[in-house]
């Protein structure tokens, strides 16, 4: 290495200095660095460039005996000598420089000023020893030789750096990690190499070393520019971010603002652009948009609404239903909330939510009749999101719709009212939202009632099971006139949101049906159940021993009904204490019978009710007259029941009553509560039977479905059971990725004949035929059912051994069943 670089160091000498050049004049041209900290590194460069620019001529004219030479040798040799220490302070200066900038020190350490004298005082040593021979001498043939006090003038670039090192390593945290490093190579590589060239004379490693290091400090300076302009644009971008989202939220808040001052006309309608928005977002991200579309539709969700500012208060606060001038009121909304929000031109998509969110997909809405595509995208989202909170929310003139409710109407809606993709989407959010919370959850009852007159107050419904739920409270008497009758009973119905109605349109709306009231002595007003059995278990109030079985009450649910249940109280026969008492229910049901033991301070009575079928929800709901409830108290055990603990006082309903062919007949009284044997499926099959929604059957998916599956014993839950499909055949799929990829197709045909005529034939019994095509791992399912075509390919992601068909629903009978 070391007889290269002798041979070869004159050039290595020449581009070097060639380099430094190039530095100091890119250092010139620079305009991140400030002005004083670029004129430093211009003169570190320079003094590099000349120190080996001198030593290079020093070797040139080493040997020369000319008269030129002789004095181009002595000079440079001085000027090496003077630049050496000459370095040594414009790395001194570079240091003050960054300590003062970048780390705010004031004043400066002492030790650089020390370094600053001594480097002056061993320029002054250089000039001496020019005319002294103190460092060196020359021959007669003009060479260069090494004087007896040759070392002194490696004292100060040693020592100088080291204490200039005590410094940087002392303040560390001030410099950035590349200028440290920087530093570090500065002093400690020239050091290294005079060490060496100590010993190695001849070359000059050290002057080519500090040339080296001089070209690696700017390269380091330069990098640390770029991360410095990169930091400063970093945060650049995180104030304009942090502008923009300032900005956001000054638009969100306003938003918000304008619409809750909007909202304030009618406090039915508070909260529900919110909500709007929410949906319409969350449907923007279900349909795979970029999440500035998602706040696109979050904000025209928000704001679809505002045209109601110029609706009159009178149709805003009609608390009945609306009249015809009423809806053409209410038409005008979208056509003013158009040109309200038109003015915000930097955010057009406003207009568009709220000018078209209110077109039907199939062209029936307003106020331009558009339809399909044509209605704007951004509309058709914000459309089912507001129809959704709609439907869920209290009106003045109604109650709230249950989600269920609400599903139905976007499975029928889809491609007529709304874009079939966002209410496809919009079922799948009510699905994973219903999943997660308990159509039954008992916490919500209400734990007090204070009862005036008959059925003012009635607790939300307890659900009532196979297992035994035990429900108990305390009751009182409330101030009451002489006479008055006072006493808790007990209400058993079914109905959508668990809840007493009596208003006609609130009964439709909610599929309520009441059975019968119930107090604790054992008086029953049956209106709807088929038997009532009630027997004294201990106790009596009055000495009166009810031992009867009610088999016909009043079938009427209409409004009048009520006032003739109340008309019906024997309050005569009727005694209950005046202080607080403690009432005990114990309910559980088996098919369609319930069974109550009711614990009172008269004694213990039990009822047996017979029901239509075992298809019909059952809840629970507490109420009383002129009494005050308290501590009301729900426990739901693990104890379940069977026909040995509830007696049957009524002849089983059956709807599966029916010819039976290759499979027995099911009744499937709840959702995929009964189900087919598990039928292989190898190649071609066909699945034809007859089918026939229950009584209750309320929506369109209370159908038969068909699952597709398999397990190691090919029993539906069985070993190893996993799911394919589940195809209901009013045309949905539930699956999952887990264990296959499903393409399905629905279509709507000619024939189809609207959903509540599909409803309706469905009551009355229909045939239906499904066939199956099976090829290694894919299986191709098909079917037509009163219009209704479905196509489903099924591809399973695993290997089973076999696969299995069977076939189940909701709340419908299957007979007949034959397989071809």
């Not at 659900?463 to 009758?485: C, H, K, L, M, Y």
């Not at 604790?520 to 021993?545: C, E, I, P, Q, Y």
Request: charge should be neutral; proline fraction near 3%.
């Amino acid at each position: 290495m070391f007889e290269f670089i002798r041979e070869n160091q004159l050039n290595i000498m020449l581009v070097l200095c060639g380099s430094c050049g190039i530095l100091a004049l890119l250092l010139l041209i620079t305009r991140f660095l400030s002005k004083r900290r670029k004129w430093i590194l211009i003169l570190m460069e320079l003094t590099a460039m000349f120190l080996l620019w001198f030593d290079r001529l020093a070797y040139i004219y080493a040997g020369d005996i000319s008269h030129k030479a002789y004095y181009m040798v002595r000079f440079s040799n001085l000027m090496v000598f003077i630049l050496t220490p000459t370095i040594v302070v414009g790395f001194n200066l570079f240091i003050c420089d960054y300590l003062s900038a970048e780390g705010k020190l004031s004043p400066l350490p002492r030790r650089l000023i020390i370094v600053n004298i001594m480097s002056v005082m061993a320029m002054l040593m250089a000039i001496i020893s020019a005319f002294t021979g103190l460092y060196y001498t020359f021959d007669h043939n003009n060479l260069y030789q090494r004087g007896d006090w040759f070392f002194i003038s490696y004292i100060i670039p040693l020592i100088g750096p080291i204490i200039q090192y005590t410094v940087i390593r002392k303040y560390k945290k001030q410099f950035s990690r590349l200028i440290y490093v920087s530093m570090v190579i500065y002093i400690f590589v020239p050091i290294t190499f005079a060490l060496i060239q100590f010993f190695a004379y001849g070359i000059s490693i050290v002057n080519m070393a500090m040339v080296l290091v001089s070209i690696s400090l700017y390269i380091f300076t330069y990098l640390d520019i770029n991360n410095t302009v990169e930091h400063a644009h970093q945060i650049e971008i995180q104030d304009m971010q942090g502008e923009k989202r300032r900005m956001e939220r000054l638009f969100d808040q306003t938003a918000k603002a304008f619409v809750s001052a909007v909202e304030q006309k009618d406090d039915f309608t508070k909260g529900h652009a919110v909500r709007v928005a929410e949906y319409s977002q969350k449907l923007a991200k279900l349909a795979g948009k970029s999440e500035e579309d998602c706040k696109k539709a979050y904000y025209a969700g928000l704001l679809h609404d505002v045209g109601l500012i110029g609706i009159p208060d009178s149709v805003i606060k009609n608390g009945a239903d609306p009249t015809q001038l009423d809806f053409e009121a209410i038409r005008q909304k979208p056509v003013l909330g158009k040109e309200i929000l038109s003015n915000i031109t930097e955010y057009p998509y406003l207009s568009l939510g709220a000018g078209y969110s209110h077109e039907r997909y199939n062209g029936t809405g307003y106020p331009e009749g558009r339809k399909g595509a044509d209605i704007p995208e951004i509309a058709r989202v914000v459309a089912v999101a507001d129809a959704y909170v709609t439907m869920t929310s209290k009106k003045r003139y109604r109650d709230a719709r249950p989600d269920f409710v609400a599903r139905e109407a976007f499975v029928k809606g889809a491609g007529a009212e709304f874009d079939p993709l966002y209410a496809g989407l919009m079922v799948g959010i009510i699905d994973e939202e219903t999943s997660r919370k308990s159509h039954d959850d008992i916490s919500l009852v209400e734990k007090k009632l204070i009862c005036g007159e008959y059925r003012d107050k009635v607790s939300l419904g307890i659900p009532v099971g196979s297992a035994i739920t035990n429900i108990s409270f305390d009751s009182s008497e409330d101030i009451v006139t002489e006479g008055q009758f006072t006493a808790p009973s007990i209400i058993i119905f079914d109905s959508f949101d668990r809840r007493i109605h009596k208003d006609a349109k609130a009964i439709e709306a909610y599929k309520y049906q009441e059975f019968c009231e119930v107090w604790f002595d054992g008086h029953v007003v049956n209106t709807a159940a088929r038997k009532v059995s009630v027997s004294v278990v201990d106790g009596s109030s009055d000495g009166k021993l009810v031992k009867e079985v009610q088999e016909k009450g009043i079938h009427d649910t209409s409004a009048a009904v009520y006032k003739k249940i109340a008309s019906r109280h024997d309050t005569s026969a009727i005694g209950y204490e005046k202080n607080a008492s403690r009432y005990e229910i114990a309910a559980a049901r088996y098919e369609d019978h319930i069974k109550l033991n009711m614990k009172s301070p008269g004694g213990t009575r039990e009822i047996v009710i017979a029901f239509r079928d075992g298809a019909t929800s059952l809840y629970i709901g507490i109420t009383g007259e002129h009494c005050k409830i308290s501590d009301i108290a729900i426990e739901q055990t693990d104890e379940i029941v069977d026909a040995s603990y509830i007696p049957r006082i009524a002849d089983e309903v059956s709807y599966i009553d029916h010819y039976e062919s290759d499979i027995k007949n099911i009744q499937i009284n709840q959702t995929c509560s009964a189900y087919t044997e598990g039928i292989e499926l190898d190649r071609e099959m066909k699945l034809i039977f007859h089918s026939v929604s229950l009584p209750v059957a309320s929506f369109i998916w209370h159908c038969p479905y068909v699952v597709i599956y398999s397990s190691g014993d090919g029993r539906i839950k069985g070993e190893d059971y996993h799911e394919y499909a589940l195809i209901k055949l009013n045309g949905e799929i539930e699956c999952t990725s887990d264990y296959s990829d499903n393409n399905f197709i629905m279509k709507k045909k000619d024939t189809f004949p609207g959903w509540d005529t599909w409803k309706e034939k469905n009551k009355q019994g229909v045939e239906s035929t499904v066939s199956f095509q099976k090829k290694g791992n894919r299986i191709i399912t098909k079917t037509e059912n009163m219009g209704i075509y479905i196509e489903c390919t099924t591809n399973i992601k695993d290997n089973p051994s076999k696969v299995y068909v069977a076939l189940t629903g909701d709340r419908c009978a299957l007979t007949d069943i034959r397989i071809r």
